[in-house]
């Protein structure tokens, strides 16, 4: 192994830049190239066609099939110019990742290329092999996969691919996009409701999406000579370099050539793909970055952020590097997280939580600003388990990552508008007079976006227009924080609606019924606002007593899937049966315990097999130094020393390591998957895992440099 980590080294020392060449000086001329979606359709079918089509993307009604065949036949002609062979229906199942079957457009008995409008709709992928959570048997194979239109199709490697969603033959969602599209509906219909209090015109309201992503990048060779990042994309051993982040040198420092190459190289072809890719820097760790697009409609930004994912992938192998998109891939640096920015826009292009210059629409922007933090307060612990994982729990709460307590930054201005209006309770409103000033609400068009501060220790902090979500892993499909934060906002819009409905009926003024219910939610809200340091003890604490859920672990974290008020609010909005729900806990606790079992073999593996040899190697040798100098009469204590410290350190790990694979055997038994979850937890991760690799560190320090077998933090980081 050793002989492997010197050939990677040489291997980084003769690597040569890979020139890129943009197809144009300009991003207009190739932008959305490989993309057919509504506008490519807009101009390429017919009027009555295109009708058609939009009325069902608008409405989420169904395609009928001479209009599917038509659209069929354009695509067909369309991706074949573009080169592809083949298509699939390209779908995210519950792993976690995308998946696809491709089908040839070639037909053997006629000679030609067919592709009909019953293939773009619809196909039936085997479904036994994904994850279901006991919902499909292993028997029962059939699943189905339907277009979503309001994606845009694209061709990727000669293959033309169909958003789709999918799932099961008895109808129960096998993915993260159906739940999606059925929240996305739902805070449609009720912020539609509630801005008709303010503009009878409004007619729809979509949730939009920016997801910045942040990435490791390594190069490929001591990337592939690091076992546990091959088998599980984190550093399960590593002692931490001289020269880390501490210098903050690397944050939007100049881009190391090699990866600006690499960068340049996958936003061309995340651009041909319509993949509005917008901002790209370093981050703060060593070799971390950050790519950022363009706000789009939430459904259209997740399935641009996970084929997104894939091309980096690609692209990254290309350049003869590694893109690692795990939360915590090496001790004591960054994590890496997507930062969901989230925002609500009407038909008519409005933000709705942009405060304005008028003072109605401040009161509309306070409508759905209050309510979004109500909706974070009564569904904390949902939330949380939107963004549980086994890699997310290494993250949250180290290096600028957000604790796992939820709470709400929202900055000292508009704290204190809220606070005015809470307190503000007793005043009286002659006709004539102007409310709004009474109320301070004329103040809000001062807030900017630069006024509004930001708080890196706050999972869920209003950035000025919008939410920051910054609780999301890196490695996690959006989709399902998404659901959860579109469910929780319409049912808290929709409670709003009905509470000031309520207000109106026994006569009081609109304005006033408004303001009212803002007031009960501002004062019932105020627990889970926070504008502090979310590290410190003092915060612990104070949430404590504000009863906020502080749950550090997966396992325990998802339980807020199956309480009554999660599975009330799925089943209120049709998003999910409490069938589905218990399916899915069930497939993330699955997750877990394979993750945190991966690691543990891993770490057996490397410290049997690399570690020890290793170690016993250089201690022979040693304590052939030390017979040599008592040979000669040469003091030889300080030797002994470091003989019995490397010793006392491979006991640690010999040990360490056998009885983590006896509990392992043991744990394995547990047929409960929940109890499996919580024991591998408890009795692998955090009684073992610290323990074997401080030990297995701590050698590293004492083992001979030239013989030591795994890339060191020093060169996995810092080379490229």
């Given amino acids: 192994m050793a002989i492997l980590r010197f050939k990677a080294l040489e291997l980084v020392q003769n690597r040569k830049r890979i ?5 144009s000086s300009k991003i207009s ?17 017919s009027p009555d066609i295109f009708e ?38 390209w779908f995210q199942p519950l792993t976690g990742s995308t998946a ?17 409008g019953s293939a773009l709709v619809q196909q039936e992928p085997d ?86 992503q942040e990435y490791f990048v390594l190069d490929r060779a001591l990337y592939t000579a690091r076992p546990d990042l091959v088998m599980g994309s984190r550093t399960v051993f590593g002692h931490n370099p001289a020269r880390g982040q501490q210098l903050d040198d690397h944050y939007f420092g100049s881009i190391p050539p090699r990866i600006y190459d690499f960068m340049q190289d996958f936003e061309i072809e995340c651009l041909k793909l319509g993949i509005p890719v917008r901002t790209r820097h370093n981050e703060v760790a060593p070799s971390q970055f950050e790519v950022a697009p363009s706000f789009e409609e939430i459904n259209i930004a997740t399935d641009h952020n996970q084929l997104m994912m894939d091309v980096m992938e690609r692209v990254s192998l290309k350049h003869n590097l590694k893109v690692i998109f795990h939360e915590k891939p090496f001790a004591g640096l960054n994590g890496s997280g997507k930062h969901n920015n989230w925002s609500l826009i009407t038909n008519d292009g409005v933000n709705l939580f942009q405060p304005s210059s008028s003072a109605r629409e401040n009161l509309q922007f306070l409508s759905f600003f209050v309510c979004t933090i109500k909706a974070v307060h009564e569904h904390a612990g949902l939330l949380r388990a939107s963004v549980a994982s086994a890699g997310n729990d290494y993250r949250l709460g180290g290096q600028e990552a957000p604790p796992a307590i939820f709470s709400v930054f929202i900055g000292k201005q508009l704290t204190d508008v809220l606070d005015e209006l809470e307190h503000n309770g007793n005043i009286k409103v002659k006709k004539g007079d102007n409310m709004y000033v009474k109320l301070g609400i004329d103040k809000i068009p001062s807030i900017i976006q630069d006024n509004t501060d930001r708080n890196r220790t706050s999972p869920f902090a209003f950035t ?87 749950v550090k672990d997966t396992p325990r974290a998802l339980k807020a899937y199956l309480n ?154 810092f080379l490229r």
């Fill in 19 to 23: 020139e890129v060449h943009p197809p």
């Fill in 29 to 45: 001329d190739y932008y959305s190239i490989n993309a057919f979606g509504i506008k490519q359709m807009k101009y390429t079918l």
């Fill in 52 to 89: 058609k089509v939009d009325y069902a993307v608008q409405k989420g009604k169904p395609i009928d099939n001479n209009t599917a065949d038509a659209i069929a036949s354009v695509v067909k002609i369309w991706a074949l110019e573009k080169g592809a062979t083949h298509y699939t229906h």
């Fill in 100 to 116: 696809e079957k491709h089908d040839a457009f070639y037909d053997v008995e006629s000679e030609l290329e067919h592709f009909k």
């Fill in 127 to 212: 479904a036994s092999s994904f994850p279901s959570g006991g919902i499909r048997s292993t028997f029962e194979a059939r699943g189905y996969t339907a277009w979503d239109p309001s994606s845009p199709m694209f061709v990727l490697n000669n293959t033309l691919c169909i958003p789709t969603v999918f799932v099961s033959y008895t109808g129960e969602a096998l993915d993260y996009k159906a739940p999606l599209l059925k929240a996305n509906e739902a805070i449609n219909k009720a912020a539609t409701k509630v801005c008709r209090f303010f503009d009878r015109n409004v007619s729809s309201v979509h949730a939009y999406l920016g997801c910045e």
């Fill in 464 to 550: 000025g227009n919008k939410f920051e979500f910054r609780a999301v892993g890196a490695d996690s499909n959006v989709a399902a924080p998404m659901t959860v934060l579109n469910l929780a906002v319409a049912d808290q819009l929709n409670k709003f609606t009905s509470a000031v409905e309520k207000e109106i009926d026994n006569g009081m003024e609109r304005r006033l019924a408004i303001i009212k219910i803002l007031r009960e939610y501002i004062k019932t809200s105020k627990p889970v606002r926070f504008e502090g340091d979310g590290y410190s003890e003092e915060w612990i604490k104070e949430a404590a007593k504000r009863n906020l859920p502080n």
């Fill in 564 to 717: 009554k008020k999660s599975i009330q609010l799925y089943k209120k909005y049709h998003v999910c049966s409490e069938r589905e729900m218990q399916a899915r806990h069930e497939i993330l606790l699955e997750n877990y315990i394979l993750k945190i079992q991966i690691e543990a073999r891993i770490m057996g593996d490397l410290a049997l097999n690399h570690i020890i040899p290793t170690a016993v190697a250089y201690q022979n040798k040693l304590i052939a130094n030390a017979n040599g100098l008592k040979g000669l009469g040469i003091d030889n204590g300080a030797v002994i020393t470091t003989i019995k410290e490397i010793s006392k350190h491979l006991e640690e790990v010999k040990v360490g390591v056998y009885e983590m694979i006896e509990e392992r055997k043991r744990i394995n038994k547990i047929e409960d998957v929940e109890e499996r979850a919580l024991a591998y937890c408890d009795d692998i991760k955090v009684k073992y895992f610290e323990r074997i690799r401080y030990a297995v560190d701590k050698l590293e320090l004492y083992v001979d440099s030239e013989e030591w077998p795994l890339p060191k933090y020093r060169e996995l980081l």
